[in-house]
């Protein structure tokens, strides 16, 4: 790789967010690092404190991420589609970025990254506009859509359902989504709105 002339954070965790797809996020070292950057490992520490700072940074960038993939997947969009598509393009990002999407669900600095989970947020909150749902049923949907998509997904990445025979994941992730636009529904129809 060709000499970085610029180095900064932004181009490290860059860097570091495809490196860690080649080697693993929990493989991901400074000597790889440094070497992927064609720099001395102590160059790095000009710019974080250590791996661990690097890998906080990561979970910042693949909320970040997520939240734009998710973002653009809500445009132009609404309502029960907009739901569809939001799921379907998080379940992509998931599967196409297994280990930045790691970085991300294996952060113990997840108070760290309140902005870019607060942007997020609020795009679904956004698309949840036109259902007109109490605040508390708000929050459940949104715990309930989150943790469905991320269990799923988090169960697709590590192979769980290999075992299953010629199980159509698939169908399954569309009945997810499906059954979770029902419990949408159900919150819409108990509030009378």
Known sequence: MQRKRNLNCEVIVSVAADLI???????????????????KPPSLYNHFDNIDDIKKKLSIYSIKMLGDTIRNAAVGRSSEEAIREIAY???????????????????????KISDEAA??????????????????????????????????????????????????TDMFF????????????????RTGR
């Open 89 to 111: 393009a998080y379940r992509s990002y998931a599967k196409d970025k297994k280990e930045l999407y790691k970085a991300f669900t294996c952060s113990r600095q997840i108070e």
């Open 174 to 189: 569309d009945e997810l989504v499906e059954k979770q636009i029902i419990v949408l529904k159900s919150y819409q129809t």
């Open 119 to 168: 942007a997020l947020v609020n795009t679904l909150r956004q698309v949840l506009k036109p259902f007109d749902l109490a605040p508390e049923d708000e929050i459940k949907f949104l715990v309930i859509f989150r943790t469905g998509i991320h269990g799923f997904v988090s169960l697709e990445n590590i192979g769980a359902f290999k075992d299953a025979g010629n199980l159509d």
């Open 21 to 39: 797809e080649e080697v693993g996020y929990e493989n991901l070292a400074i000597r790889s690092l440094a070497d992927a950057l064609d720099v």
